[in-house]
Every structure is written in structure tokens, then in C-alpha cells.
């Protein structure tokens, strides 16, 4: 029997939905609140949570990285009034099982519950699975931990694999660690950049060729995907695959044999691929760019490499390990990081995702050489000057002159960042946040202005254009004397 739980500040929903789930033959419970919803669930070793977005104390999808970071993660369905396709793919993206939107009838919540319900009674039947190796994969985060967990699942099975990710986000070593992972551990891990071989070479290097095939094939040639016999073959930038390509290996992916290039007779090789691309195949098809048949051959499983950005609390740890590895490979002593430093690195959007932070790192470990600890200055100049911009234009968002220095919340002068505690459960509300520093920069304003005027209200008059009666409340306000 699977226990459910449904967050929702609707009662009669609530009590309408456990009762299918218990008309099913399981356990089904509801909270009202999400405090409540948070709770249960983090005691309550649920198999499935449905989770209304907009709560009376909060949203909904704010919870969702924190039922997923737990030992044994509920599969979530995240339950909306409001069609909102951005908040459907966040949710995706952190892990929930499906989106549906309100109004819900019996139909619509028992086929994703069925499938859902299916999927957790085939993980259980699963013996433990051996501790998945990392092989290298960095990063604790939960979109980092419930792609391990998709991994984990993928490297266990025989279906064809599709990494997606912007670059520089692992899908390489990714697709490492699922062979590693895999029963074909022992077997090669055949790679092929798409992108890198050019276009009138790509069919020999994957299918091969006889001797004589083509103007300089002097001798006969192994394809890639013979050597990939009884391992992976990992096709990197399958994107970029030619349409007459793309037809070739459709048949190989249907049929696993092929032709080399100039040869009378078919091969067979018995090779689990696994694809990876930056690109949006979907879209490609919908352009005519990329098969239908052979992207649906492709994704059996899909797997998102989530970007940086979307996961900033990893970065401490991959600047840490990244710095270390980089240390031991130009034998330099290991380097501690100013504060200044990684709070650059966590302020910066990284584009390129790990590969630029890795670079990044090393031309600042191999530039600072014999200096023992790095500083922001060590970073190159358009990683500062983009943190830089970002911290003004968001300072200037929030302070009615953001040019200006102003105080943070802890009463420093340098201006422009906003000291708070960021931890979900002390992040403050926005309106508190923004009156606390408008009450800063005010108290700021008033005491320089004083101080400029050397305490003459008259002449403070003069300088700040306010009239006696207004400065005078100002000055108690903020209990400014001399
Ligand atoms: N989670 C991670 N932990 C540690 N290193 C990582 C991680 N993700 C990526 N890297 C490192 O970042 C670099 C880029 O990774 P990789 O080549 O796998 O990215 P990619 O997505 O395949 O890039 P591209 O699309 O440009 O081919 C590699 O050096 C890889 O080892």
C-alpha cells in the first residue's frame, strides 16, 4: 500500500482526493497549509505528494527542492489553477513528476497517479542497486541528486539514452558514468563528436569502410560502431547528424546492423548509445531538421543536465574539488579562496557552465602561482565587471539612488550588497526586505547630510531641499544628533 499526501488549502479537494487515492487501495492524507504539508512529508515517508502552487503561506514549487532532497524522495505532482508553462517546466526541472492544472477530475489525477504508483512499486522491486559510483560528478544539489537518481535508474536498464544540457554542463561525463555504471562496464565507451569529424568522413568513422571504398582509403577501416560492440557509443552533437545520416543510423538503432562504406556485406554490432546535444531536437523536428522517428528512438530515456545558474549551491563544492584537481595536475600548492573570490564565482552566471568555471579557475590557480590565496582580482576582468553590473542593477531595483553608496543590513559603507541571510526558512519577505533598506539608506542619507552641513538645520535645509518640519521628523525617525 503507497501513502499519499495532498497539500492543498482546499478542503473539499483534499478530502475529494484522498478519497480516490483511498478507493484505490492506498493510504491517502491531506494538510492545509504548506508548514503543515512540509512537515508530514518530511516525517511521513510518503510515495507521492500532490502539491497546490499557491498556498495561503507560500508557493507551492518553493518546497519542491526540499521533498526532493530527502532520503527517499516522494515522486511530487504538482496541482495549479493557473496555466503557467514557465512555473510547469521549474517544476519539472526540480524534480516533480507531472503538472496538472485545475480543474481536476478522477480521469485526470488516476492515469498519472497509476503510472507514478507503477514506477515506485517497480524501483521497490528493484534489489538495492551498488552504491552508484561518481566517477567524478561533482555537486550535492537536489536538481544535481535527482539526475543522479535518473542515472542511477538509466545505468540499470539497456534503453538508448538522450543527455540534453547547454555546454560545458557534463553531459560527457554524464554519459561516462552511466557506462561505468552500467553492466557494460567492462566493455569500451566508444565516442563520437558529431560536430568535430567533418561531414564526408562521418559515415566511414562510424560504419567504416573497405579497402578502396573512396580516393585514399588505402586500407580498411574499423567503424566506431563495431569498436562500441558490446559497450556504448556515446554520439555526441547528435544534432548535427546530416539527414542521410540520420537515415543510416535510424536502421542501425532498429535493426543494430550496417554497411561499411564500399562493402558488399552487413555487419552486426550489439552496442547501447547513448546521444547528448545542447540543441532542442524537438524544435529541430517540428523544423524538418531532425527525424521524428529517430529522435523518439533516441530519448527512450532523457536526461536534463541542469545549467549552473540553476544550481548555485553547488558551486562552493565544484570550485573546491575543480581548484584541488587543477593543483595536483600543475603540482601547485593547494590555494584558499578570499571571500571575495568565491563570492564572485557564486554572483556569476556562468554561461559555460562547468567547463568556463574550470577554466576560469585555472587560469586563476596557474596566474596567482606562488601566492597562496585568491582574490577576486585573480578572476579576469568580464567575470568581475558582469557580477559588478548585476549587483548595481539589482541594488538599484530596490534603493531610490543606487549610485550612491548605501549601508547594508549589517551597517557596512561599501554599498551596493545587500547582506541577508539567504536560507529558505530565514529568507526575508520582499516588502521586508526593501523597507529595511530603504530605512538604511535613509538613516545614511540624514546622517551625511548633517555631517555635511556641520549640524545646522538651516543649511541642511538648504542642501537636501527639504523644508524644517519634514528634516525634524526625519532626524527623530532615525534618532540622528549630534
Ligand atoms: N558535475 C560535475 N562535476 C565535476 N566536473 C564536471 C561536472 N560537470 C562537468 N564537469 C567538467 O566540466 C567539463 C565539461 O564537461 P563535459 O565535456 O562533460 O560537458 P558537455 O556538456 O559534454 O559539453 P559540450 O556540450 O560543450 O560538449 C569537463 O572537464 C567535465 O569533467
Known amino acids: 500500500m503507497a501513502k499519499v499526501l495532498i497539500i492543498d488549502d482546499n478542503q473539499p479537494t483534499c478530502e475529494a482526493l484522498a478519497e480516490l487515492v483511498r478507493n484505490i487501495g492506498h493510504e491517502g492524507s491531506y494538510a492545509l497549509s504548506l508548514a503543515d504539508g512540509l512537515n508530514r512529508a518530511l516525517g511521513g515517508d510518503f510515495d507521492v505528494v500532490f502539491l497546490d502552487v499557491r498556498m495561503p ?13 530527502l532520503p527517499m524522495p516522494p515522486e511530487v505532482i504538482i496541482m495549479t489553477g493557473l496555466g503557467d508553462p514557465d512555473g510547469a517546466e521549474l517544476a519539472i526541472r526540480n ?3 507531472d503538472y496538472l492544472q485545475k480543474p481536476l477530475s478522477p480521469k485526470k489525477i488516476l492515469l498519472p497517479l497509476t503510472r507514478v504508483l507503477k514506477y515506485r512499486d517497480n524501483l521497490r522491486e528493484l534489489t538495492t542497486p551498488p552504491p552508484m559510483k561518481r566517477c567524478g560528478i561533482v555537486g550535492h544539489s537536489a536538481a544535481i541528486r535527482a539526475t543522479m537518481d535518473r542515472l542511477a535508474v538509466a545505468a540499470r536498464g539497456n534503453a538508448n539514452v538522450l543527455i540534453t544540457g547547454e555546454t560545458g554542463t557534463g553531459k560527457e561525463l554524464f554519459a561516462r558514468a552511466l557506462h561505468e555504471n552500467s553492466a557494460r562496464a567492462d566493455r569500451p565507451f566508444v565516442v563520437v563528436d558529431c560536430a568535430a569529424i567533418p561531414a564526408n568522413l562521418l559515415e566511414s568513422t562510424l560504419f567504416g569502410h573497405v579497402r578502396g571504398a573512396f580516393t585514399g582509403a588505402d586500407a ?3 567503424g566506431l560502431v563495431k569498436e562500441a560492440d558490446g559497450g556504448t557509443l556515446f554520439l555526441d552533437e547528435v544534432g548535427e547528424l ?10 542501425v538503432l532498429q535493426e543494430k546492423r550496417f554497411r561499411p562504406v564500399g562493402a558488399q556485406h552487413e555487419l552486426t554490432s550489439d552496442f547501447r548509445l547513448v546521444a547528448a546535444t545542447n540543441r532542442d531536437l524537438e524544435d529541430m523536428s517540428r523544423r524538418g531538421e531532425f527525424r521524428e ?10 536526461i536534463h543536465l541542469p545549467p549552473l545558474r540553476e544550481r548555485a549551491e553547488d558551486i562552493d563544492e565544484l570550485a573546491q574539488e575543480l581548484a584541488a584537481r587543477i593543483s595536483r595536475k600543475n603540482g601547485i600548492a593547494p590555494k584558499t579562496f578570499a571571500p571575495d573570490f568565491i563570492d564572485t564565482l557564486r554572483a556569476y552566471g556562468w554561461p559555460g557552465n562547468i567547463r568556463e568555471l574550470s577554466n576560469t579557475l585555472e587560469s586563476a590557480i596557474v596566474g596567482a602561482y606562488f601566492e597562496p590565496e585568491l582574490f577576486a582580482t585573480h578572476l ?11 549587483a548595481i542593477a539589482d541594488a538599484s531595483a530596490v534603493t531610490p539612488n543606487a549610485a550612491a553608496p548605501c549601508p547594508n543590513e549589517t551597517g557596512n559603507r561599501d554599498g551596493l550588497v545587500y547582506g541577508f541571510d539567504t536560507r529558505p526558512e530565514h529568507f526575508p519577505e520582499y516588502k521586508d526586505f526593501r523597507n529595511d533598506v530603504l530605512d538604511a539608506a535613509d538613516r ?17 535645509c538648504d542642501l537636501s531641499g527639504l523644508g524644517k518640519s519634514r528634516l525634524y521628523v526625519q532626524l527623530r525617525k532615525y534618532g540622528i544628533d549630534r
Do not use: H
Request: charged share 30%; glycine share 4%; hydrophobic share 40%.
Open 293 to 302: 522517428d529517430l529522435l523518439y528512438r533516441l530519448c527512450s530515456v532523457a
Open 444 to 460: 545614511e542619507y540624514f546622517t551625511r547630510l548633517m555631517e555635511a552641513a556641520d549640524w545646522k538645520v538651516s543649511r541642511a
Open 220 to 222: 580498411p577501416r574499423t
Open 95 to 97: 524534480g516533480a513528476w
Open 57 to 69: 503561506d507560500g508557493n507551492g514549487l518553493d518546497i519542491l527542492p526540499r521533498l526532493k532532497a
Open 242 to 251: 546530416s539527414p542521410d545520416l540520420q537515415k543510416k543510423f535510424l536502421r
Open 380 to 390: 579576469p576582468e568580464r567575470i568581475r565587471i558582469s557580477t559588478l553590473k548585476s
